[in-house]
């Protein structure tokens, strides 16, 4: 193996593995207000390239300005679904909002073919897709875009956090009596948690729409995703980004040196092995905070 | 009305820890199982192998999932895999020329010990957690079975199962089948109806409840959860078997895949957390529904034309059964078990409103 | 009271599981073909234009007062690749009369196998399947109709030695998908690699393949002579992309037939220019059945979807394979014209296709009861930027290698299934 290879196969592992990280950052940003595991999101990334594919080819819009729209519309989507469906689950066992939120995907999976069609659908961010060599060193271009493109959305995200109503997030996913108590808006909170989780989703959603073409299966994204927010620690921002580059070098890594030994696609098992290791030897994950049970 | 309690008295402590106490109950369970038994000679064939058949299967594999969701309150995403085991185990015994009755068994034995190092999982990690290595394990063996020719069955991933007899009866024909499925299904559902009223489910039910205050009352939480995890593994191994066996007849990895776990576990929760009667309603509704939405969904475009496109009228049931989905859990999160108490109390209670249970 | 409600209630079980099931024998002249195909999962990326071509050529068919006076009637209905629901709507069919099922699914299909040869109902698994029941006489219901994987494998190969002359010290890669379906042509591969002297060099994807983005730097640095990308759906489509974005050289790239005009849309149509196919049947609207489909079926407005997926390769698919299928109810009605309209009616009939080019469409197709591939001959086509354009004629090659491997499987299955 030469070290060629093992260069460009690292690098476009980090910068595909942001590119995940970016939806985990949305699964995140749920959990950590509202303590639900969002198994959905994939679907919202699914909506949100359907939305940018909807605003340029159906209403003709250029694709700078449907981007925006597009995001817009997908915050509103984004409170809409916590309004109306998982405010109404307050309470109930985890495996009921775990169920309800693969319900939703499920619907999601019919509603967006259904209206929009189900053939594969083309959107073009105006990314060249000629090649960039650096001396011998390929490098991918539309992956160090949306790597980057994701890295500073995380980077900010967690800046959020640090900003006034970031702080009232964080107090919300501490206690949310004692933040109701103080005077915080718990509900709006978690709204808006939503909201940009379902903006990350749609940027997601672009993304990868411009690799492999906007259709169902950009909600399959989800499984990588949890991959990567298991392994950062569920409630975590800066989790999300190592975890990100961690998956995705030891996924490039591996179809570069273990798939000729296997003669198979050990992507996905790479991911599977890594929620069972983490789990069983750190199970709240890289960064997340340990898990106090109360008896 | 029905279900009336006027004037029947327990005079024994065995009357009142019966399966049924109320006699209408009990005949109810028992015209159901005579009908169920009948049900080759009055029903139309079609029916029998394309409803019947596939219902008590499923339903037999969302018990032995219920058990583990409902009765232990460990979640498994990974349900699907365990059947693949105990399907791809017993189909090649079964060519290899071992019995029928042994390699459902043995599938069933392997699936339980693979299905316990995955519930090791569960011995550190819970809820949400447990969930993902359920699904990891789903993909390790998917990805185990395609990799291994040996298992899978060389280039075309099919492997036929081979005429086999159960008890001396060939299993050919609709008939012999369904009652090969109903025999494994009355079977785990005894058990199942049963458990509970034991000390080992009366363990799981406080293992489920809180497992670290199940421990301080003395329950061994460590042993209590494996058990959970090999049980129900054994029972998704056995039907896997019976799946490959009397309906499928050909197996291939894609039968297990990730779908078939999540539609398992929809068929718990939709049917009733830990309910026996919420398994079986939650496995038809899961199962019939796409087809029955999409005959309606085909009825309607082609009586009334429904000016939709294709791609809208073929996906409309989806929608349907993803809203369906969203729709119990919102309005009725105990499942359609909760709903057929509710109807039973109403019944029971009539003509007044409501008494004191 | 007790009593009358146990009555009633058995009474009302009865009556429920006794509903009546239609079975059309009431207009005797009636031929049925059962269509439930995936729209909804796996195989969205092809069903809709395939299923539209398959209606819309039924439509010409009985626009045209059907087959000596018997009319098809298509039930087409989606089972989402679900095994399930496609074994109920086998039932179903096979409960109201049908002779012919077309799953489109290979899943579905290989699960349908033993019941279809049970019950002597003629299954269509036109690029999809079992490539080894191109035995007739191991599979004598099941019906490919089409070039199986092997024959498609070995065709592209036998155009590269067209082309470069000598296969002998030439680097071939093949990328696919890592399921049952992309590893099915390796055994070929490494056959005509040892024969040929070719170097083969695979590197497996993980399905669905949306993500493939550490596989191409790497076929890139092997350096390979040709490329195959084996997949379907996003998996080509990524494949695609990847490969510009490494800037491969788009003329040595080709694929099965599962490769369309949309997959080159949303790679870009500009940037894949050069790309080979295996074309099954002359795609775009010049053949003449697609001509008549327009004039007597879309025109009048009875098109069964969008008028401009007229004339795409998935489209002419579903029309290649219905012509076939009609052609043998045909033959059929020749050789038996009062019926009984029968599974092994229509196997007869579709037995009986000798030679059959649709108005030259397609290659000549003549089905015999050994073989149901149908002679195993397609074209390479190549896109242009706009369109697939053919390179070559209508060819048939490595047929022996493809048959050893046939005969292999289906022996294995004549052994092993009953």
Not at chain 3, 66 to 72: A, F, P, Q, R
């Amino acid at each position: 193996m030469d070290m060629l290879l093992l260069a460009e196969l690292s690098i476009n592992g980090v910068f595909v593995g942001l590119m995940y990280a970016l939806v985990a950052a949305g699964i995140v940003l749920i959990y950590k207000t509202s303590g639900i595991a969002n198994l959905a999101q994939g679907a919202l990334a699914m909506m949100g390239g359907y939305a940018a594919w909807a605003f340029t080819a159906m209403v003709g819009l250029p694709i700078w300005l449907a981007i925006p729209i597009a995001l817009a519309v997908m915050f509103l989507a984004g409170v809409a679904l916590e309004r109306f469906a998982l405010r109404r689950m307050v309470g109930q066992p985890i495996i009921m909002v775990i169920m309800l939120t693969l319900g939703l995907e499920i619907m999601l999976r019919g509603v967006l073919p259904g209206l929009f069609g189900s053939a594969v659908k083309r959107l073009d961010v105006g990314i060249p897709n000629t090649p960039l060599f650096l001396g011998d060193l390929f490098l991918n271009r539309a992956t160090l875009i949306g790597g980057s493109v994701s890295f500073v959305l995380i980077l900010l995200a967690i800046a959020f956090f640090n900003s006034r109503l970031g702080i009232i997030m964080r107090a919300v996913s501490d206690d949310q009596s004692a933040s109701w108590s103080v005077g915080i808006r718990v509900e709006r909170a978690i709204a808006i948690a939503w909201g940009l989780s379902a903006m990350m989703a749609t940027t997601a959603g672009v993304l990868w729409g411009a690799t492999q073409g906007v259709d169902w299966s950009l909600s399959l994204l989800l499984i990588k995703a949890l991959a990567i927010a298991i392994l950062g620690g569920l409630d975590s921002l800066p989790g999300v980004l190592i975890a990100g580059i961690i998956v995705g070098l030891a996924e490039s890594l591996a179809t570069g040196i273990l798939d000729p030994i296997v003669g198979g696609g050990t992507r996905d098992v790479v991911a599977s092995v890594i929620i069972v290791l983490t789990l069983l030897l750190r199970p709240h994950g890289l960064f997340g905070r340990e898990h106090i049970e109360r008896v | 009305m029905f279900y009336r309690r006027a004037g029947i008295r327990h005079t024994r402590y065995q009357d009142e820890r019966q399966l049924w106490p109320l006699p209408f109950d009990r005949r109810l369970a028992i015209l159901i199982f005579l009908l169920a038994l009948a049900a080759p000679f009055i029903v139309d064939r079609l029916y029998l192998v394309s409803y019947l058949l596939p219902w008590i299967i499923w339903s037999t594999a969302a018990l032995g999932l219920n058990f583990l969701m409902g009765g232990a309150g460990q979640i498994h995403l990974g349900y699907g895999a365990v059947m693949a085991i105990g399907a791809y185990c017993s189909v090649h015994m079964v060519r290899a020329g071992v019995p029928f009755e042994i390699a459902m068994i043995a599938g069933g034995l392997l699936s339980a010990a693979v299905g316990m190092i995955f519930g090791a999982a569960a011995l550190r990690v819970k809820g949400l957690y447990l969930a993902m290595a359920t699904l990891a394990m789903q993909y390790i063996v998917d990805f185990v079975i395609i990799q291994f020719p040996a298992i899978s069955g060389g280039t075309q991933a099919t492997i036929q199962v081979p005429r086999v007899s159960f008890l001396g009866v060939p299993i050919v024909g609709d008939r012999p089948t369904y009652y090969v499925a109903l025999f494994v299904c009355v079977v785990v559902t005894l058990f199942m109806l049963n458990v509970r009223r034991s000390s080992f489910g009366r363990a799981l039910a406080a293992v489920r409840e809180k497992d670290y205050a199940a421990a301080v009352i003395g329950v061994n939480t460590f042993r209590y959860k494996l058990l959970a995890f090999w049980v129900s593994s054994f029972i998704g191994g056995v039907v896997g078997s019976v799946l490959a066996v009397c309906y499928y007849r050909a197996i291939s990895p894609d039968q297990f895949h990730l779908d078939l776990s999540i539609s398992l576990v929809a068929m718990v929760i939709v049917g009733g957390l830990g309910s026996v009667l919420g398994s079986f309603f939650g496995a038809a509704l899961i199962l019939f529904a796409p087809i029955l939405l999409n005959q309606f969904v085909g009825f309607l475009s082609s009586e009334f034309g429904l000016a939709i496109t294709s791609d809208l009228r073929s996906h409309l049931p989806l929608m349907l059964y993803g809203a369906m989905i969203v729709g119990f859990l919102l309005w009725e999160p105990l499942g359609l078990a909760k709903i057929y108490a509710n109807m039973r109390n109403y019944f029971l209670v009539w003509p007044f409103r409501h008494a004191r249970q | 009271m007790e009593r009358r409600t146990f009555l009633t209630g058995t009474a009302a079980a009865a009556l429920v599981s006794q509903m009546p099931i239609t079975i059309a024998r009431a207009q005797d002249k009636v031929i049925k073909f059962a269509m439930p195909q995936d729209f909804t999962k796996v195989y969205t990326f092809v069903t809709a234009e395939y299923s539209q071509g398959q209606r819309d050529y039924i439509s010409l068919i009985n626009a045209r007062g059907g087959i000596n006076g018997y009319t098809i009637e298509a039930d087409v209905s989606d089972h989402g690749n679900d095994l399930p629901r496609a074994i109920e709507a086998y039932e179903r069919a096979k409960t109201e009369g049908a002779v012919l099922i077309d799953p489109l699914s290979t899943p579905v299909a290989r699960a349908l196998v033993p019941r279809v040869l049970e019950d002597e109902i003629n299954m269509v698994t036109a690029f999809s399947g079992r490539s080894d029941a191109a035995d007739g006489t191991a599979f004598p219901y099941v019906m490919p109709l089409s070039p199986n994987y092997w024959t498609q494998a070995g065709l592209l190969i036998d155009y590269f030695r067209q082309k470069d002359g000598d296969l002998n010290g030439k680097k071939i890669c093949f990328v696919h998908i890592d399921t049952p379906f992309g590893k099915e042509p390796l055994p070929i591969l490494e056959k005509l690699a040892e024969q040929q002297g070719f170097e083969l060099v695979t590197f497996p994807y993980t399905p669905p393949g949306n993500d493939q983005s550490a596989i191409w730097p790497q076929v890139r640095r092997a350096r390979p002579d040709w490329v195959m990308f084996w997949g379907a759906g996003v998996g080509q489509t990524t494949a695609l992309t990847e490969a510009v974005r490494n800037g491969m050289d788009m003329s040595r790239m080709s694929s099965s037939v599962w490769i369309s005009e949309s997959d080159m849309e949303v790679a870009g149509a500009q940037d894949v220019t050069g790309v080979l196919k295996v074309e099954p049947c002359a795609s775009g609207r010049d053949p003449k059945p697609i001509q008549d489909i327009l004039a007597e079926v879309v025109e009048p407005g009875n098109g069964a979807g969008p008028e401009e997926k007229v004339g795409t390769s998935y489209y002419n698919y579903g029309v290649m394979i219905t012509a076939i299928i009609i052609e043998g109810v045909r033959k059929a009605i020749e050789k038996a014209p009062d019926g009984p309209v029968t599974g092994p009616w229509l196997n007869d009939g579709l037995h009986s296709i000798r030679d059959f080019d649709a108005d030259g469409m397609i290659p000549p197709v003549t089905i015999t009861p050994e073989d149901h591939q149908g002679g195993g001959m397609a074209r390479i086509a190549h896109w242009d930027g706009e369109k697939f354009v053919a390179d070559t004629d209508f060819f048939t090659a490595n047929q022996d290698v493809v048959w050893e491997e046939i005969r292999k499987y289906s022996e294995e299955f004549k052994k092993t299934g009953e």
